[in-house]
T-cell receptor, first 109, second 118 residues
């Protein structure tokens, strides 16, 4: 079956760096997405990786290793507003998104 | 990026009534839209894929006659929850792909509709 694994919850300190990992097993691969979702709101797009390597976008970076079925989202210079759930999703061979359960990130002052 | 709207954003209804939720792509044409449901503290669950001009494709376990989907135009898809019951209370989110955008595979999400059935 298809499976996306990511930690349920993480805690970090304001100003610090946090890495959220995601491992996947899917039928086919057409890219991996990271979305941010604040409570009660819809997800917002953060990043898309389809090739191996690191994609940097401001304070957020996303890494992909297709051979290992692994990705991480790196958040630098954490701010209180970064407290949210971070969803990892993989697009399979049918171009359907398979979603992880999300990682709730708690930022402490 | 592309913008997707949903209406209403919040609805309360009595058990047994039907509720219609609209999903619109505001600045692009979406041949495919997706309907998700999300229960508290759970991940998104795909309910169905809505294709313009044809029948929607429902995921296993989702009742077609209960969740009616109509994708009548390239910018509008509707989800009607028929004979709603309290267990249908959830956060319903639609999304769409912009085939003409820089990232073909990216899905743009509407703001979601919170349905509460009393």
């Amino acid at each position: 079956g298809q499976n996306i694994d990511q930690p349920t919850e993480m805690t970090a300190t304001e100003g610090a760096i946090v890495q959220i990992n995601c491992t996947y097993q899917t039928s086919g691969f057409n890219g991996l997405f990271w979305y941010q979702q604040h409570a009660g709101e819809a997800p917002t797009f953060l990043s898309y990786n389809v090739l191996d390597g690191l994609e940097e976008k401001g304070r957020f970076s996303s890494f992909l290793s297709r051979s290992k079925g692994y990705s991480y989202l790196l958040l630098k210079e954490l701010q209180m507003k970064d407290s949210a759930s971070y969803l990892c999703a993989v697009m399979d061979s049918n171009y359907q998104l398979i979603w992880g359960a999300g990682t709730k990130l708690i930022i402490k002052p | 990026g592309a913008v997707v709207s949903q209406h209403p954003s919040w609805v309360i209804c009595k058990s047994g009534t039907s509720v219609k939720i609209e999903c619109r792509s505001l600045d692009f044409q979406a041949t495919t839209m997706f309907w998700y449901r999300q229960f508290p503290k759970q991940s998104l669950m795909l309910m169905a894929t809505s294709n313009e001009g044809s029948k929607a494709t429902y995921e296993q376990g989702v009742e077609k006659d209960k969740f009616l989907i109509n994708h009548a135009s390239l910018t509008l898809s509707t989800l009607t929850v028929t004979s709603a019951h309290p267990e249908d209370s959830s956060f319903y989110i639609c999304s769409a792909r912009d085939p003409g955008g820089p990232s073909y595979n990216e899905q743009f999400f509407g703001p979601g509709t919170r349905l509460t059935v009393l």
